[in-house]
């Protein structure tokens, strides 16, 4: 019996380890796995410290970040630009005042009462920033620290009250500050916004990464409640009340509505002594940005005082 062997054009299949030549081929790994060595190359390079990564990662990296910051200060270059350029160059493009003048400041200085409303305003925001740091600090000691029926329900509903639109509450609290007698008052605007349940959130989460071995060895020693939260808790938690001031300084400080609603006075607050430059007759551009200039040179002193603070703030929350 004979046999005929018919050869066919279908590629025979290669075998990992061997070549179509019939030699044996070094071994190596599957695509798929080349390509996860891939990624984990990347991402154990991308754990090493920022002084031995590679020069070109080490240049783009700090490339992007200068060019983010260059576009996050740019506005407050040109506010101060546009500021100390002459009235007649207010409108000018190029980045750099061809001549300086303190024209605009001499203006705005002399035109609106800059250093009561500048008073006023700082008097303000402090009282709220500082009511609403007391009153947070308290709330988010309860929440963390305290054991009581209905306590996470309790707690979504005051978190739930951070949803609830100012302009929705405005008109009673308007109501309940007129029947006090606090209208046209510096108390008529802080009084209502002693609790922001955005402190009580942020302490909370804080509080609730404090050592509780501390909490149990003072309680051990005697001490109340209130002695642990303000000679253990607060000395251990100046950075995060630091940065969280200065977020509710802020936030108080740029309230438009309100203080104008309630002190009931053009020349209250700095925001208004900002917008009375733009009227319907002309817009002064120099004037309103060295009136916002002035109103920005007290958030930047306590920025620079309480800076230490802010960024170990921010290394501590990195670290947890």
Not at 79 to 99: K, Y
Not at 105 to 121: E, G, H, K, Q, S
Request: some cysteine; charged content about 10%; hydrophobic content about 55%.
């Amino acid at each position: 019996m004979a046999f005929v062997i018919i050869p066919t054009m279908e590629p025979a299949v290669q075998e990992p380890g061997h070549s179509t030549h019939g030699q044996a081929a070094a071994p190596g790994p599957a695509p798929s796995s080349r390509r996860a060595g891939r990624w984990a190359a990347r991402r154990a390079a991308s754990d090493l410290p920022v002084g031995s990564r590679a020069w070109g990662r080490l240049t783009v990296g700090h490339l992007t970040l200068a060019a983010i910051a260059l576009f996050s200060i740019f506005p407050v270059y040109w506010l101060f630009a546009t500021a100390f350029r002459p009235t007649s160059d207010a409108l000018s493009l190029s980045l750099i005042p061809q001549a300086l003048s303190l024209e605009n400041f001499r203006y705005v200085w002399n035109t609106i009462p800059m250093r009561d409303m500048l008073a006023t305003t700082f008097v303000m925001a402090l009282a709220i920033a500082l009511g609403q740091l007391f009153v947070a600090t308290l709330a988010a000691y309860g929440f963390a620290m305290w054991r009581f029926p209905g306590k996470k329900a309790l707690y979504l509903l005051f978190i739930g009250s951070w949803l609830v639109p100012f302009q929705v509450t405005m008109i009673p609290n308007y109501l309940l500050v007129s029947r006090l007698g606090l209208l046209n008052t510096v108390a008529g605007v802080v009084i209502p916004q002693l609790c922001s349940a955005f402190a009580v959130l942020m302490l909370r989460q804080h509080m609730q990464a404090f050592p509780k071995e501390l909490v149990h060895a003072a309680q051990v020693d005697g001490r109340s409640s209130l002695a642990t939260l303000w000679r253990v808790i607060v000395p251990n938690m100046k950075p995060a009340l630091a940065a969280l001031g200065i977020m509710l300084f802020i936030s108080a400080w740029n309230e438009y509505l309100w203080p104008t609603l309630i002190l009931q006075k053009s020349t209250a607050v700095v925001q208004v002594g900002v917008r009375s430059f733009l009227s319907a007759e002309g817009n002064n551009w120099g004037a309103v940005m060295a009136a916002a200039g002035l109103a920005c040179l007290p958030v930047f002193a306590i920025y620079l005082f309480l800076q230490r603070y802010v960024v170990d703030a921010f290394i501590r929350s990195g670290l947890k």
